[in-house]
């Protein structure tokens, strides 16, 4: 399979502290974009970091990329608890299809 | 405001009975797509059509099926469910051009009796 694997599955923290996700991925990319779900519904683009950028930032979200070791990860600093939900990495395939990871649970306690 | 929008949000078929799921998009993308996705899985493409070009993925059981009539709408049709379709469907879309994310409905839970 070509999917990519998130790493934890799951993650549980309290409001205000930062909450880490990483993502590896198989195949030579030219991007990498990261979703969130929230429960029930679909999934929201986050954020777009392209092959020759190594970090990128919006608002509170930092992702990093580093393509030498197929990796990037997601940075969400002083969390709330609206940011509990599901977070998934995607690699595009080709131009018009993207390759979702397994994701990454996160909750965040009030 | 642009969006997608799939309807309806909760489907209750039963096993063998064909059901249809529709996907509306005002943001005029060339590309759309449905996902499967069950509980605590990632997505999985079904299938996809740029424009009028559909495109099936290899590993799409032949009970799924699909129509686009025109740029703005896209159905799934599941000609007889079993147990193992129960799950959540997503209809996305995007231009169609690189580095450009793509759009999610809300999604649809087809529950199967």
């Known amino acids: 399979s070509q999917q990519g694997e998130e790493d934890p599955q799951a993650l549980s923290i309290q409001e205000g502290e930062n909450a880490t996700m990483n993502c590896s991925y198989k195949?030579?990319?030219?991007?990498l974009q990261w979703y969130r779900q929230n429960s029930g519904r679909g999934l929201v683009h986050l954020i777009l970091?392209?092959?020759?950028?190594r970090e990128k930032h919006s608002g509170r979200l930092r992702v990093t990329l580093d393509t030498s070791k197929k990796s990037s990860s997601l940075l969400i600093t002083a969390s709330r608890a609206a940011d509990t939900a599901s977070y998934f990495c995607?690699?595009?395939?080709?131009?018009?299809?993207?390759?979702f990871g397994t994701g990454t649970r996160l909750q965040v306690f009030p | 405001d642009a969006m997608v929008i799939q309807n309806p949000r909760y489907q209750v078929t039963q096993f063998g009975k064909p059901v249809t799921l529709s996907c509306s998009q005002t943001?005029?993308?060339?590309?759309m797509y449905w996902y499967q996705q069950k509980s605590s899985q990632a997505p999985k493409l079904l299938f996809h059509y740029y424009d009028k070009d559909f495109n099936n993925e290899a590993d799409t059981p032949d009970n799924f099926q699909s129509r686009r009539p025109n740029t703005s709408f896209c159905f799934l049709d599941i000609r007889s469910p079993g147990l193992g379709d129960a799950a959540m469907y997503l209809c996305?879309?995007?231009?169609?051009?690189?580095?450009?994310?793509?759009?999610f409905g809300d999604g649809t839970r087809l529950s199967i009796l």
């Open positions: 996305a879309t995007s231009p169609g051009q690189p580095y450009q994310p793509q759009h």
């Open positions: 995607a690699t595009p395939r080709n131009t018009d299809k993207l390759i």
């Open positions: 195949t030579s990319i030219n991007n």
């Open positions: 970091i392209r092959s020759n950028e």
């Open positions: 943001l005029n993308h060339n590309v």
